[in-house]
């Protein structure tokens, strides 16, 4: 069963979501064991193909909340790559307790992989995940090595670009990040304690290459996060349009172990 419902975050933004009911709940003795929050990448939102291919796999481990993040979709406000969308999460994990699911899980993709990650450092109380699953996520900030990520930038970063984005349902602010920058995603890694995470990534990924994952890995090794998984994915390329249904079955095995541990 799907419903779309919508959520105003603590910063006074309109989010839109779909919320897919788990698929074997008829015949689970525990159907609100969990309940998984999807955080899409830069320029999706939850109705397009290969994010409905995502929740349609996943919902077969709990039941599924996927947002349209700010700037993006049906939502409200103006997207920040990755600085503000923390509270987007935080409003979605609390409807997914308030809801009845007993473990909340995050996942995102590309940017919203290190939206979750950042998340689950910085949020507290009923908004802080039990689980964290970040895909094809940069570990840190203003990367440019790569061709298409130096085309994102030029596009976040002048009029033009923007103009071009919002021709394409896409919002992006053209307020710059304050100085000092948000917290990085490695920084966030190594300050979220024994969370349980997964770090996925793709060995042909033609935005952020491996370093990113590595970089990720190190950040967890120096905070002695003993919960922490790397999944490297031999020819994965980027995030949702490329993840194949054997990894997202792995992944859904992974998170539901999390919320049925031995």
């Excluded at 788990?22 to 193909?49: Q, S």
């Excluded at 609390?94 to 939206?115: E, K, L, P, Q």
């Amino acid at each position: 069963m799907r419903s779309e419902f919508t959520l105003f975050t603590s910063d006074s933004v309109r989010i839109e979501g779909t919320h897919v009911t788990y698929a074997k709940a008829k015949n689970d003795p525990d159907p609100m064991a969990l309940g998984i929050v999807m955080a899409h990448g830069f320029t999706g939102n939850r109705k397009l193909e290969d994010v409905q291919k995502v929740v349609n796999s996943l919902r077969e481990f709990g039941g599924v909340l996927s947002l349209d993040l700010r700037g993006h979709g049906d939502s409200g406000g103006e997207g920040t790559m990755g600085m503000d969308e923390i509270h987007d999460i935080d409003s979605a994990v609390i409807h997914a307790r308030d809801f009845g699911y007993r473990t909340v899980a995050t996942i995102g993709f590309s940017m919203g992989g290190s939206i979750v990650l950042r998340q689950g450092s910085l949020s507290s109380g009923m908004a802080k995940p039990d689980a964290v699953v970040s895909v094809s996520a940069p570990g840190f900030w203003f990367y440019r090595g790569t061709r298409v990520m130096r085309v994102v930038h030029r596009l976040i970063e002048s009029s033009s670009g923007r103009l071009a984005l919002r021709g394409k349902g896409v919002r992006i602010t053209s307020a710059p990040w304050p100085e000092p920058p948000p917290m990085s995603p490695e920084q966030a890694v190594e300050n979220m304690g024994h969370m349980p995470l997964l770090i996925v990534h793709g060995d042909v990924d033609r935005y952020f290459p491996l370093e990113h994952a590595h970089a990720l890995e190190a950040a967890a090794g120096k905070a002695g996060n003993p919960n922490v998984e790397v999944l490297m994915v031999e020819g994965f390329g980027h995030a949702e349009s490329a993840i194949e249904l054997e990894t997202l079955d792995r992944i859904g095995h992974w998170m539901r172990k999390q919320a049925s541990p031995e």
